[in-house]
């Protein structure tokens, strides 16, 4: 299975942007970039996902590289709601499991 | 319902007792995952049902731990004879078939406590 690398934390101030970065260096060509967050004793929220192009949605962008080989989660204006462990996970059609690896657990400070 | 409900939300039991947590998906999604979260770990995969196919047993990390989905729906996840390394969080997720587009819709999940 491709595997994803994020940091293990990032800190980002109340209402300025944050980049999340994720590393995928052995995706494939079939594979969907999915990420997913998990605010405290909730499970997993889908957030946003792409394949190659750069996505926009109302909570994040995304925006892939041009190898496909990392991507950025880009939340506009961080708020306190938005701490929580976001997770980067590659997506196959017809794979049955989710590698979901320990994610960024982002901390916003007032 | 509007989202995946699973119940109960907290299960607290001892040493050998079996358990049975429940998961009830969005109405026409017809996958539905288990996984599993220890403490500060990320999600580990136990099984997958879609639609009337067999299911995909494979993260199923020892025979005391089974499931089954009914009528395409609701699901069960049993654990026979628990013991202190099966405490977790235990969530329980729902897609459409076309899951790549649309995500996965994650319950709360069970928070399973083994003394």
């Known amino acids: 299975d491709a595997k994803t690398t994020q940091p293990n934390s990032m800190e980002s101030n109340e209402e300025e942007p944050v980049h999340l970065p994720c590393n995928h260096s052995t995706i494939s060509g079939t594979d969907y970039i999915h990420w997913y967050r998990q605010l405290p004793s909730q499970g997993p929220e889908y957030v946003i996902h792409g394949l190659t192009s750069n996505v926009n949605n109302r909570m994040a962008s995304l925006a892939i590289a041009e190898d496909r080989k990392s991507s950025t989660l880009i939340l506009h204006r961080a708020t306190l709601r938005d701490a929580a462990v976001y997770y980067c996970i590659l997506i196959q059609t017809g794979a049955n499991n989710l590698f979901f690896g320990t994610g960024t657990r982002l901390t916003v400070i007032p | 319902g509007a989202g995946v409900s699973q119940s109960p939300s907290n299960k607290v039991t001892e040493k050998g007792k079996d358990v049975e947590l429940r998961c009830d998906p969005i109405?026409?999604?017809?996958?539905l995952y288990w996984y599993r979260q220890s403490l500060g770990q990320g999600l580990e995969f136990l099984i997958y049902?879609?639609?009337?196919?067999?299911?995909?047993k494979s993260g199923l990390p020892s025979d005391r731990f089974s499931a089954e989905r009914t009528g395409g729906s609701v699901s069960t996840l049993t654990i026979q004879r628990t013991q202190q390394e099966d405490s977790a969080v235990y969530l329980c997720?729902?897609?459409?078939?076309?899951?790549?587009?649309?995500?996965?819709?994650f319950g709360s999940g069970t928070r399973l406590t083994v003394v």
């Open positions: 049902f879609q639609g009337n196919s067999a299911p995909d």
């Open positions: 109405s026409g999604h017809t996958a």
């Open positions: 997720a729902s897609s459409l078939v076309d899951r790549v587009s649309y995500g996965y819709t």
